[in-house]
DNA sequence: GTCTATATGTCGATAGAC
DNA sequence: GTCTATCGACATATAGAC
C-alpha cells in the first residue's frame, strides 16, 4: 500500500537518476504519477523539497547502519564485511535513491546541502577508523588509507549501475564475490 | 596557446561538471569565458554541440589506448596493469572531461547518443576479453566476469574526484598503489 | 568575431475554483 | 486534494548591426 506522497517520492527518484534534478520538471513527475504539476505542491514545497527528503534519508540509513556496525565488537576485517553487506543491502533496496548519491547531490541548497556534506565526512571518517585500526591489528596491508577507502567506496557507489543490468543475480552471491574481490584481489 | 574555441570548450567541461549540463547555461559558459552567449554559436552550433566535442573526444582516446594495449603481444596481467595506467593517465590529463563521462553521457542526444554508447560497450567488451584471457592463464581468480569488469572499471571511474582532492599525490605512486590494490587486495 | 535585441519556448511556483 | 489559468524568470537560439 502507497500512498500518494511516497509514490511521488518514487516517480521523482526514478526520474532524478534517469533524466537528472535539472532537467526533470515537476510536470515531469506528475505526470509519471497521473496527475497535473500543481497537485504536487499538495505534498511538497517545491521540487528542492523532494530531493532533500530523498537524499536525506538514504543518508541516514547509511548513518545508522554505520553506527551499528561501530558499536559492535567484531575484529576489523569482520566490520569491513559488514559494510560491504550494508551497501549492498542499500543498494538492492533503494536503487533510485542511491543513484541519487553519486550524481545529484550537488544539486541540494543549503542549508541541507551542508547537512549532507557533513553526514558524508562522518561516514568517510569511520570508515577510515575501521581501515586503520584492520592496519594496525594486522589484517590489512599497509596501503594509503585514503586509497583503499576510495577503492572500496568507488566499487560500493557504482554497484547500482551494475546492479539494474543484473537484478537476477544472487544477492548473497553478489555479496561474497565483491567482497573476496575488494578484500583478496582477483590475481590468484 | 589556446585558441577561443579550446577556452570555450574547456570552461564548458569544467561547469557541465560542477553544475551539470543541464544547470550550466550557455551564459553561464560565456561569462566564465568573458564574452556574450551568442558569440559562442560562432564556433559551436549549440550547447549539445559542446557537450558531444567533450565526449566524443575522451571517449577516442580511450579507444586508441585500448587498440593499443591490445595489439601489443603482452601476457594478461601486463594488459591489465597497461588499462589501470591508461585510466590514471587520462584522469590526470583530462579530469573535467573524464568527469562528464560518469554523470552526464545521458544527456547526449541520438546519433551520438547511440555512437557513444557503442564505443563504450565495445571497450568493456574488450576490457572482459582481456580479464578471461587472464583467467584463462591461471593469472586470475575464478571470479565472475562481470564482478572483476565492475569492480576496476567503477574504482577507475570514480579517479576523477578522489584526484581533484589529492592533485599533490605522485602520479607514479598512485598508479602502483592502485594497481596492488585492485589486483592483490587489501588483506594481508 | 562579438555585440544588442528579440523570438519562442519551458520552467517552478502560486491563486483560486471546485 | 486536484484542477485550470497564469505570472515572471530564464532558457536556447537567431537576425542583423558594427
Known sequence: MQSRKEE?????????????????????????????????????????????????NIAHLFEKGMAEIESSSLPPAEKMEKLIALHVRLTVEHAD???????????????????????????????KSIIEAGKTDGYFKDHDTEIILFSILSTMRWLYTWYSRHKSYNQVELEKQMTDCLLNGIKK
Open 8 to 56: 511521488i517520492k518514487s516517480a521523482a527518484a526514478r526520474l532524478f537518476r534517469k533524466k537528472g534534478y535539472s532537467a526533470t520538471s515537476m510536470r515531469d513527475i506528475a505526470t509519471a504519477v497521473g496527475i497535473k504539476a500543481a497537485s504536487i505542491y499538495n505534498h511538497f514545497k517545491g521540487k528542492q523539497d523532494l530531493l532533500q527528503d530523498l537524499l536525506l
Open 97 to 127: 535513491a542511491i543513484a541519487l548519491i553519486a550524481g545529484e547531490w550537488m544539486h541540494l541548497k543549503d542549508p541541507v546541502l551542508t547537512e549532507y556534506v557533513t553526514i558524508r565526512n562522518t561516514y568517510e571518517q569511520d570508515f
